[in-house]
Structures are given as structure tokens and as C-alpha cells.
């Protein structure tokens, strides 16, 4: 279970002294389930999921990650403990090779070739294709966010945070995409929390979270929060319907 208390993050603006970034967010994330965490552009959501993963460090509050105080741990420290972390645009990683990544990600039960296969398999790539290829700009950005993905199910941790997963990648992979989200929450006790706009991302979630000035709007079950998502916020950019 993850918990965030009186959370506050702030950043330092020649303008203003300092600018609230999220601001006192108390939110609980009970085992497995799926959270889509959506609102509008600026409100708070990437750096909300990088408090979770300590690539940011809050200014004030809580996170407590399965009955632990984790707020001051390392990136590396809370990989350890259980949660991966999905970037919006994936990290290249050059003179690494696809298996290697993989293999990493694994640890100790990556003792045959075709594990690693199977992986890649789930995401939709061809392993005899990508397996031997350096994890560099001969990539596209869909490739590399499959092969993210790839490497966030070999990792198989309780908690996986996905930062805008649908961006820059094809209608083709994003159609691959939901599929293989719903499988990871059918399949596993894991639980699943997207920074998502997109509306089929959001209808497959159990519940949806809003965000907006870094503050709290909403929070409940999908069904009771999408349909008032759509009607409230028809012909704005506050989410974005996939064709």
C-alpha cells in the first residue's frame, strides 16, 4: 500500500520567491489496483509520480510505501523496496543491448534466452528482432517505450508508475499498450498507477485520481468520475480521446 500525507512540493521562481508545485496531497493507494492520475497540463501529475519514485523530493509530508517511511530514499532505495518507474520519454542507454536491459531487470531467474523473448513478446516486438539491438537513437520513441515496458514486467515489482505512457508512440503501439496494461493487472497482485489524458487509458483503470493546480479535485471509481470527466470538459484540453 502507498501512502502520501500532507505531501508539498515547491520550486524556487525569480518572480514569485517560490511556486507550490502540489500542494498538501493526502492520498492512500491500496494493493492491487489501478489508478489513472489525470487532470490538466501544468497540474501537478508527472511531478506527483516522480515524488513516488524520488526523483524529486518533496519540500514537506509523507510517503509511506508498504507500512515504511520511504520520503527520503534514494531512487535506487526505492527501486529495491518495490516500485518501478516509467519515464515519459524513456532513457537511451547507449553501448547496452536490448537482452542486457532485460536480463537486469529479471535478476537471478534470467537464466535462459527465451525468458527474456517472452518479454519482449508481451509488448509486442519480435525478440529475434530486437534482442541483439543497442538501446540508442536507432530506436524509434515507440520502440523504446516498449522495450521500457518490457523491462517494467521482468522487473515484476508491487508497485509500477507509468508517466505518460501514450506519448510519442503510434496508434498501432498504443492499441498494444492498453492491452498489455489490462493484462498486467489481470494477471498479477501488483498495482498500477498512469499519469495518463488519454480516455481509453482511463477506462480500463478502477479508479481515476484529477489533479489540477497541484491540489486534489476528485477521486473515485471509474465509472463514477469518467462520464463527468467527458461532459465537464467537452471541447477542452483537459483529456485526449484516442481515434
Known sequence: MLELQNLSFQVSDDSEGHKEIIKNINLTFEDHTFIAITGPNGGGKSTLAKLIMGIEQPTSGKIIFNGS???????????????????????????????????????????????????????????????????????????????????????????????????????????????????????????????????RILNIADEIVVLAGGTLQARGKREDILPELLKGTEGCRFYQRAN
Not at 88 to 103: A, N, S
Not at 124 to 131: E, F
Open 69 to 199: 517511511d520511504i520520503t527520503h530514499m534514494s531512487i535506487t532505495e526505492r527501486a529495491k523496496a518495490g516500485i518501478s518507474f516509467a519515464f515519459q520519454q524513456p532513457v537511451r542507454f547507449k553501448g547496452i543491448k536490448v537482452k542486457d536491459l532485460i536480463t537486469l531487470a529479471v535478476g537471478d531467474t534470467a537464466k535462459k534466452q527465451p525468458n527474456i523473448c517472452d518479454y519482449l513478446s508481451k509488448v509486442g516486438l519480435c525478440a529475434r528482432d530486437y534482442i541483439n539491438r543497442d538501446i540508442d537513437s536507432s530506436l524509434s520513441g515507440g520502440e523504446l517505450k516498449r522495450i521500457e515496458i518490457a523491462t517494467i514486467i521482468a522487473r515484476n515489482t508491487p508497485l509500477a508508475v507509468f508517466d505518460e505512457p501514450e506519448a510519442g508512440i503510434d496508434l498501432w503501439s498504443f492499441n498494444n499498450l492498453i492491452q498489455v496494461f489490462e493484462e498486467l493487472h489481470a494477471s498479477s497482485d501488483n498495482s498500477l498507477i498512469i499519469i495518463s489524458h488519454q480516455e
